[in-house]
């Protein structure tokens, strides 16, 4: 993932962090969501899970014994938010709770849990849960018409997505704004330079085999025209080898719009053409080849005359 991208991905997450819950009940759905053991690197998390802490204890009208922040011995930059005298956070009941709160919850359980990886080809988001709640997991995404998928890795469940798309829709619903648009952006503009490369690429071959081949059937025309064996062709081969020549960088479709022939006669002119050029020691008859009747009754191209010269047998001597 590349530094740009990296950065958009903590933008959109400071951002999520940075939402106010208007209900109460969502505050506690998100706080669920985060758990009520938060360790995170990010400063906005950290913030978040004081910030709802706080306002649920007004809610519930706590005294304000606000959690702390306490940092590792090891000196690393992570935050774990501990809930001094505020009691646990209850367990979230999904299946009775509103679309709203649901969403608030996942909003908390993604920036607790959750990670986002962008690459020039696609985006993938994966949760990050324990082995019993994965399958808990995507029966709860599925339910609100967004599956994901889930494995086992090094004894945890992971729940992933790797749908633009699908993710998309999920960033929206549990409130991206700018930064999911400019993730939008960014994916759209990588979608249309992948297409534009893959057609200029196509192209380029197109015009690199047209080129080598008008250099292929031009020389061959001047080597047939060099030992004499030029003017044997059919007119119509003729007449395609003098165009060619007048205009090497025509196309064949370009060549038989000038001729009033098929395309398919002047590609075979040519082929002809450059098969002659390998075959020197072949002259090019003046008609069609011959055809003969298939001993099946098929036809096909005759090779030899079906039937030769008539040489009567020499008489026999009569016995006296």
């Known amino acids: 993932m590349s530094e740009s991208d990296r950065d958009l991905v903590a933008a959109l997450r400071s951002e999520l962090a940075g939402i106010d819950p208007p209900r109460a009940c969502d505050r506690r759905a998100e706080m ?17 899970a004081l910030r709802l802490e ?32 505020a009691g646990p956070i209850e367990a979230f009941g999904w299946d009775g709770a509103a679309d709203h709160c649901r969403l608030a919850y996942l909003r908390g359980l993604f920036l607790a849990r959750g990670s986002l990886s962008l690459s020039s080809s696609r985006a993938h988001l994966e949760f990050v849960v324990t082995a019993e709640d994965g399958p808990v997991l995507v029966a709860r995404l599925a ?23 699908t993710i998309g829709v999920f960033l929206r619903s549990i409130g991206a704004g700018p930064s999911l648009l400019e993730l939008e952006a960014r994916r759209v503009a990588r979608a249309l330079r992948g297409d534009l490369n893959r057609v200029i690429n196509a192209e380029s071959a197109n015009l690199h085999r047209m080129v080598a081949a008008s250099v292929r059937q031009v020389d061959a025309i001047d080597r047939l025209e060099a030992d004499g064996r030029l003017s044997l062709l059919a007119p119509t081969a003729l007449r395609v080898a003098e165009a060619r020549r007048e205009e090497p960088e025509a196309t ?48 096909g191209l005759a090779t030899e005359p079906l039937i030769g010269p008539y040489h009567p047998p020499a008489e026999t001597p009569r016995m006296a």
């Open 32 to 48: 669920a969501g985060l758990g009520a053991a938060l360790a995170t690197r990010e400063p906005s998390v950290a913030r978040l």
């Open 143 to 165: 339910s609100l018409g967004m599956p994901a998928g889930w494995r086992l890795r090094r004894g945890r469940g992971v729940v992933t997505w790797k749908s633009s798309e």
């Open 252 to 299: 064949l479709s370009e060549l038989s719009e000038r001729l009033g022939v098929h395309r398919s006669a002047v590609q075979r002119a040519l082929e002809r053409i450059e098969w002659l050029v390998l075959h020197e020691d072949v002259d090019e008859p003046a008609g069609r080849p011959a055809r003969r009747q298939g001993s099946r009754g098929r036809r």
């Open 54 to 85: 706080r306002e649920i204890g007004r809610d519930e009208g706590r005294p304000d014994d606000r959690p702390h922040v306490v940092l590792p011995a090891s000196g690393r930059r992570a935050y774990r938010v501990r809930h001094d005298g």
